[in-house]
């Protein structure tokens, strides 16, 4: 079937087959790879991108429920080759080590603070959990996360 998306304000069109992901498409058709693919089977949040302002785990996402959808991708976040704030504070607070799970995190909180920049900690801890990390130990990524609140108020 056909699809038409709208990834990183472009608009696209293609052929996909019932059994392709989100994830298959914008990894093999679109060559952004920043959407990482850690499990496949909706575990780790390594895949999360943003689909029509909510964060989603693109491996579970079937491509053709997609038509006129409007995602992002960590690649879509930056502008003029400046960093988005967020990730930023992952730089800072030494959130990132092998860097697999960063895209997934800062999509999540991405879309999180874009729907409410005052969001409790509560719901931010809420947000990380969905993601795994296999190097950090998490309280980096937690204070990533702050200060990447931190400086989106400021902005
Ligand atoms: S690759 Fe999608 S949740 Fe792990
Ligand atoms: S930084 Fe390596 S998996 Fe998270």
């Not at 920043?34 to 909706?42: A, D, V």
């Not at 997934?104 to 990390?133: R, T």
Request: aromatic share 6%; charged share 25%.
């Amino acid at each position: 079937m056909e699809l038409n998306i709208i990834v990183n304000k472009k608009a696209y069109t293609f052929e996909v087959e019932p059994s392709d992901s989100l994830l298959d498409i914008l990894r093999e058709k679109l060559n952004l790879t920043g959407t990482k693919n850690g499990c496949k089977q909706g575990h780790c949040g390594a895949c999360t991108v943003v689909v029509n302002g909510k964060a989603v785990k693109s491996c579970i996402t079937k491509a053709r429920k997609l038509e006129n959808a409007n995602i992002v991708t960590i690649e879509g976040i930056s502008s003029d080759f400046s960093l988005h704030a967020i990730q930023e504070a992952f730089i800072e607070a030494t959130g990132v080590q092998c860097g697999f799970c960063t895209p997934g995190y800062i999509m999540e909180l991405y879309a999180l603070f874009n729907a409410n920049p005052e969001v409790g900690k509560e719901d931010i801890n809420k947000a990380l959990e969905k993601h795994l990390c296999r190097c950090t130990g998490y309280k980096p990524i937690v204070q990533s996360a702050m200060l990447a609140q931190q400086k989106i108020r400021k902005e």
